[in-house]
């Protein structure tokens, strides 16, 4: 009995590591149809313990029905492990028919599609094998202790595994596949002794799975020229070549950096990637031209270098926390950011937190679409932000653009919190409508003059007045905003409105122009 005690301690652990894999994996091959916010992040938290439940109910009634049968035990593993290895390939059929439903409910659905059935299977193999281990009623306690400290050490090491160095270096559909190959080969090894015809089955059945998730995904046609492609702590980032078709009236060719299916850059090839083809974000450093050359400026928030150039054209000397070191080095690889740039590679609010240096100008601009860095734009990280501020200094936030009725709360909001941290705040609102502009908060702790401005670029007219793009604060009530704060996050529910439309209008906009037919 002790060889095989150990044996399966063994395949609890693997299940246990396999568990955490499943759900790690099956939140990032969301993340490009659905985003990477709170809400995905309790939709896949949920439905992991949603599964892992049923599955200890079904294998509780499995163990009564079939005692010592570890046959049983072997078919539970090898299908789960099926499921676990075909998840790249169901998800994309799966989030293909859900993407026009709202961002909670088209979570929620997919994950119970694609994610859900594997952790059923993964959750009723420990009550399998603590029947097989409890040999009377006195040991019970001890085998359930045992069969769960160790799946449970198993998804420690799987998570930290997964997190930190799998899924950056390897991506999606390879370490699905080798979790569920790992999941499914001792266990296969063992039924070939016994029923050589079943494994024979079970192994293809593997082998088929393995080759449909290697193989599949989005089809896009020769507009779409993919230049890099991979996954790690932001999700999937990727760059593109295509043309600027419902951006630019000559849909002139621009590179593209897209993080999680959301295009954060765009630059022109007609200038050799040195402008931005979107009209707004040279509004950016026409704001900041206020302040003099050999200013110190902090970016929070690389995406492919657009506002390093800008401010680099102002003589400023700039510096840049960035949490994912794929993107700066993306950067400069396709956009042809300066190797030079000083890059810290951090989470933002933890650099405010540490830095000892202090700074004219930190602008934020970390946004994502549907996900909104909420430990940013508290009081307590406005605070930590005015800290790190020269005496005239400002801080620039970007932000989407409604400001009125039910999407614009957060931005209101926003308004109210910097507000309340002293700050003089202004609203630079890019042209367009609300859905298709930015907002710039533009924050000092002193009345600044935004006539001596003194920056142009290529395509886009000098602007001489910037005082026409401000919102006017007299009209701007922000009384039902939320003053935000570290202890009662508030900004993800308040910004998932214009969350869901821009989520669904990125995807529409791919899906129209460049997806395969």
Not at 201 to 212: D, H, K, M, N, R
Not at 431 to 457: H, Q, V, W
């Amino acid at each position: 009995m002790g060889k095989n005690k150990n044996f399966f301690l063994l395949l609890s652990f693997i299940e246990g590591g396999s568990v955490m894999a499943c759900e790690l994996i099956g939140a990032k091959l969301l993340a490009p149809y659905f985003g990477t916010s709170l809400y995905v992040w309790a939709a896949a938290l949920a439905l992991t313990l949603g599964g892992l439940t049923l599955g200890y109910f079904l294998g509780g009634r499995l163990s009564h029905k079939y005692k010592n049968n570890a046959n049983t035990l072997y078919y539970v593993l090898i299908a789960a492990a099926i499921l676990l290895i075909v998840m790249p390939f169901s998800s994309y059929y799966i989030m293909e028919n859900t993407i026009n439903l709202n961002l909670e409910m088209g979570a929620i659905l997919s994950l119970f599609g694609f994610m859900f059935p594997p952790l059923v299977f993964m959750g009723m193999v420990s009550p399998l094998i603590i029947n097989l281990l409890t040999s009377d009623a006195d040991a019970a306690g001890k085998s359930a202790g045992n069969v769960y400290a160790i799946s449970t050490l198993g998804g420690i090491l799987y998570t930290f595994l997964m997190g930190f160095y799998i899924i950056p270096n390897f991506g999606l559909s390879g370490p699905a596949i080798v979790s569920g190959i790992i999941l499914a080969v001792l266990p296969l090894i063992a039924l070939l002794r016994k029923v050589p015809v079943h494994a024979a089955v079970l192994l293809t059945l593997i082998l088929s799975g393995a080759f449909l998730s290697n193989t599949s995904k989005l089809e896009y046609n020769e507009e779409y020229q993919e230049l890099y492609h991979s996954e790690g702590i932001l999700g999937q980032v990727k760059v593109v070549d295509h043309p600027s078709y419902d951006i630019t009236p000559d849909h002139r060719m621009g590179r593209a950096l897209l993080v999680n299916n959301t295009l954060q850059t765009y630059m022109g090839h007609d200038n050799n990637f040195q402008y931005s083809i979107w009209n707004w974000s040279h509004y950016f450093p026409t704001a900041a031209s206020i302040f003099p050359a050999g200013s110190d400026v902090l970016l929070l928030g690389l995406g492919g270098g657009t506002i390093v150039k800008q401010l680099d054209r102002l003589q400023y000397n700039v510096e840049v926390v960035e949490i994912d070191e794929r993107v700066k080095d993306v950067s400069i690889e396709f956009f042809g950011m300066d190797p030079n740039t000083i890059v810290h590679i951090d989470d933002a609010r933890h650099y405010l937190k540490t830095v000892d240096k202090k700074y004219d100008i930190i602008i934020y601009d970390t946004f994502l679409s549907e996900s909104v860095p909420e430990h940013l734009l508290t009081i307590e990280g406005f605070e930590d932000a005015k800290r790190k501020l020269k005496k005239g200094g400002m801080i620039m936030t970007n932000f989407y653009g409604y400001i009125k009725g039910e999407r614009g709360r957060a931005a209101r909001s926003v308004h109210r919190t910097l507000s309340q941290s002293s700050f003089m705040v202004d609203v630079l609102a890019t042209p367009g409508a609300e859905a298709n502009r930015n907002l710039i908060f533009l924050a000092s702790l002193e009345e600044k003059d935004f006539t001596n401005i003194n920056y142009s670029e290529p395509n886009y007219p000098t602007i001489t007045n910037l005082y026409d793009y401000f919102i006017d604060n007299r009209f701007l009530d922000t009384s039902d905003g939320v003053i935000l704060s570290d202890k009662k996050p508030r900004l993800s529910k308040l910004y998932l409105p214009a969350a869901r439309e821009w989520k669904k209008n990125y995807n529409n906009y791919y899906r129209k122009h460049f997806l395969k037919k």
